[in-house]
Structures are given as C-alpha cells and as structure tokens.
C-alpha cells in the first residue's frame, strides 16, 4: 500500500504539470566567464565556467559550472548551484538536472528549498516549476514557524501551501511530538492533518488516534478512530474528541470513557466536556461511573455526571450526579434524584426523595448521608423524615421512624440504629421458632435500638415511652404500617445493568454537539468547597 500511494503521487505530479504547461522558452545564458565545447562531453554540449548564471522564464540559476544542451533545452549545473523562481522560492544545492521544455528539475546533495514560510532540507529534490510542487523520497526535514517536521517520503505543493508526508513522519513542536504514517500540513495555516496511526507527546499527556487535525497556532484539535488520552494518572478514550488548549476546554462524543487510576473511578457516556480552568468535567447520555474498591465496585448512573478535579494534580476531589440517580454494588442500592461522593473522606450524599437498601433494609429520608471506612460502610445519617423498613414476611413489615436517624454498620451489616426525635416503631416479635408472638407498636422521643442478622433483637426507649405489646389478632390491618410508609423494593436494582431501567423509556436518541447539557441542580456542598 505504501509503494502504491508513492507511485500514485510520483505518477499524478507529471500529469498535473503537463496540464498547465506553458509555451516552450529556451534556456538563456545571462553571464558566465568561459564558453567551451567538448566532443567528448556531447556534441550539443555547451560547457560553461565560472559564475554562471541562467534564465529560464521567471527563473534565475547560479552555479560554478554547467553543461547547457540548447537542441534538447536542458542543462545541469554543477556545484554551488542556486535557483531563484519567481522571486519567492529559493532552492541551493551541488547539482541540478533541469528540463527547460517540462520546466522540471531534479536537485541533489545537500539540498535547501525555501519560500516565505518553509525551509526544506534533504539529498535529492525533484521539483515541477508549473505548479510549484516539489517532492523528496529518501527522507528530509522541513521547517515551518516552531513546527519541525521529517519524513522519508514528502510532497510539497507551494501554490497551495500544503505539505503531504508519509513513512515514519515525526512533527516536532515546543509543546509536543506527534509521530505517524501519513500526514499533510498546511505551511500558511500549520494546521496538521493526519490520517492513519499517530502519537502525540507533550508534557502533560500521551495522545493516540487514528484520523483528525491539529491547528498547531491556535491550539485546538479534532481526534477521530480509536482515540486514546494519556494523563499522567487520567485516561480517556472516544470516537471523538475536540479540544481547545488555548482555553482549556474539550468535547467528547460517542464511547466516551474517564478513567483515574488514582481514585479507581472509571466514567462512561456518550457525550462528556472538559474545563480544566474551572477544574470540572461532565458527562451525559447513558452516563455510568464505575467505583472499584478491593473487594466490589460501585455501579452508579444519572442523567449526568460531573466530576470536580485538583487543578494541580488533576485527581477527582468530588463527583455529583442529579437526576434519575440510582447505583449498585453488592452489599448496597439506591436511588434518588441527585448525588455527590467525595473522595477525601468517602463520604456518599443522596438527595430529593433517596431510597436505600441494604441487606433486607429498605431506608429513606429527605437526605441520607453515607459514610465509609477501608472501602466498608460505617455508618449512615437520615435527616429529615426518617424510615427503615424490613420485611417480616410476605405480608408484614417491620418499620422504625424518626426525624432523624444514625445506622451504624459492622462488616457492612446493620448493628445499631440511634432514633432522635417522634420515634415511632412497629416490631413483629416471634419465638424461638419463628412462631408470632405478638405486635409491638411504640412511641417515644428517641430509641436506640440493636439489629443482629438483619432482625430487631432489642429496642430501648428514651423519654416518655409508650411501647404497648398487641396480640397478633387485636392490632387490625390498617393499624400495622406508619404513616409515610412505601415498600419499594420493586423498584430496587437486582444487578448493574437495572440501574438504568429507571430512564430507558426516556432516552430515545443520543446526544449529539449540538444537544443542550441540563441545568445543574443546587446540590449541598458537603465538603466546605
């Protein structure tokens, strides 16, 4: 495939040049301080020393020597040669082969090719004066404003200020190192374009894709096919990414994903944006963060996502999700419309009617708090219209109600539960076994009250108490749940894949650039940011 694109290039060149040929002019001699001929050189040989200059329409050549064929209009010039077309393109050499009549030349040795804007160095130039185009197929380096560029095969065609490359093709800039197989670049623009496997280098990330550009004045790029970014301890991948360095902001689009091994946290969607000054980054459409912990990992998916950063070190200080909120590891579920988790202290906040589950305990409140410790469950805090529910048995619930709650855990387990404030309790209590001995609904300011696998084995009753013990047939239906109670276990993920059953219906085509991100929700800052 190589040797046919080259052959390819090197076959369309002569067509093009043929196509806007001009009249035929001959070679002219304009000075030079000896004339002689040789039979022996050619008998149309004209051989010229010392300070020789020519003129071939808008074209002068110096050299030291040359050998002009004025029946065939051609010549080859000899050490020190240097041609100057047009005024503008400036080519030095040791040796040139030049056709008058096709108005094609081949330089050699150490080669120099300049214009406004480039220099192009290498040892064998062939050069087409009908459309300004020239090309190298044994390597070269060019230069163009802090852009230094080699490759083994180059095309240069000046009239459109557009360099194409290919074969081991390395883009040296203050800022980065891009590598690849094919590439073109724009010498008025120094925009890059590049197509096929490439690698970019700089000293903030490592960058691979496949097609794209890359405006090296103004700073921001378009990545495409099989993209992959590498930030020291972030990496994310996409079909495509835009980004502006000048502004510090990028796009993602379709198969976005967002990973920093520094906090085990992996982010999926198929639209994400990034504002490294604002220290934030989002992410939209199926959006799923993934937490991974030693021994489980957290499944969590929302409308949306947005992660808060260290400007300095670029780790996740803060996540928040809001709107159709729900997650799921093995030991825990849950839902609401919002939520934040701060990593410093594994601190989990659930706001907007949140729904708990935890073994066979169902726990709601206004907001819920849930805090961790080595990667295990310590303790929760419900404020605000508190509720733990767990099923009895198909039929009957035991409940505890409050205005707020504290949970304590042990080995992720449910151990202990502190009520402050209208505790309110209906506790089914049963023999040995198992036989229903009789209903307990009580009152009382506060409670404290012991769970031993995940069943109510001891409650205490603090301040003005009333704890009456019904016999199971004297305490009707309508009198056995609390007031506020909901049993939602329908809506409790069974596995990863349920936290996105909430919204399916609602989500009927992907977002694209121009869809609208939604509002943000004002959600508590738990963290004093």
Sequence with gaps: MKNGLLALFVFLIPLFSLAQKKEK???????????????????????????????????????????????????????????????????WGDRLHYEGNSRTAVMYGDVKLKDPTTELYTDKLFYDRNNGSSYYTTGGEIFNGDNILTSIYGYYFTEEDMLFFKDSVVVTNPDYVMKGDTLRYNTKTEVVYFQGPTTLVSEENNMYCENGFYDTKNEFAQFKENIIIYYDEQILSADSIYYNKAIEYGEAFRNVVMTDTSQNLEVHGNYAEYHRNDGFSFVTDSALAMMYEDSDTLFLHADT??????????????????????????????????????????????????????????????????????????????????????????????????????????????RTVLVDGNARTIYYLRDEDESLVGINKAESSNMKIWVEDNELKRIAYMQQPHAPLYPPDKLA?????????????????????????????????????SDVIPPEPAIPDTTGR
């Design 25 to 91: 002019t001959s070679i002219e001699v304009i000075h030079a301080d000896e004339w002689s001929f040789d039979k022996d050189v050619g008998e149309d040989i004209t051989i010229i020393r010392g300070n020789a200059v020519f003129k071939h329409d808008s074209a002068f050549l110096h050299c030291d020597s040359a050998y002009l064929n004025e029946k065939a209009n051609n010549l080859d010039a000899f050490s020190n040669v240097h041609v100057i077309d047009n005024d503008t393109i400036h080519m």
């Design 477 to 513: 239906a309508g009198e056995r749940t609390l007031k506020g109670f909901k049993w939602l276990d329908s809506d409790r993920p069974a596995n990863r894949h349920d936290i996105f059953v909430r919204i399916t219906e609602e989500i009927q085509t992907p977002v694209s650039e």
């Design 305 to 414: 996502l947005k992660t808060y950063f260290n400007d300095s070190t670029r780790q996740a200080e803060q996540l928040f999700a809001w709107f159709n909120t729900k997650f799921y590891r093995n030991d825990i579920q849950g839902m609401c419309d919002s939520l934040s988790y701060n990593f410093a202290d594994s601190i989990i906040s659930l706001f907007n009617d949140p729904v708990l589950w935890s073994e066979e305990n169902q726990l709601t409140a206004d907001t819920i708090f849930i805090y961790s410790s080595n990667n295990q469950i310590s303790r929760m805090r419900l404020s605000n219209a508190a509720f733990i529910i767990s099923i009895d048995d198909t039929l009957q619930f035991n409940q505890i109600q409050g205005r707020d709650m504290t949970a304590l855990f042990t080995d992720n387990e449910l």
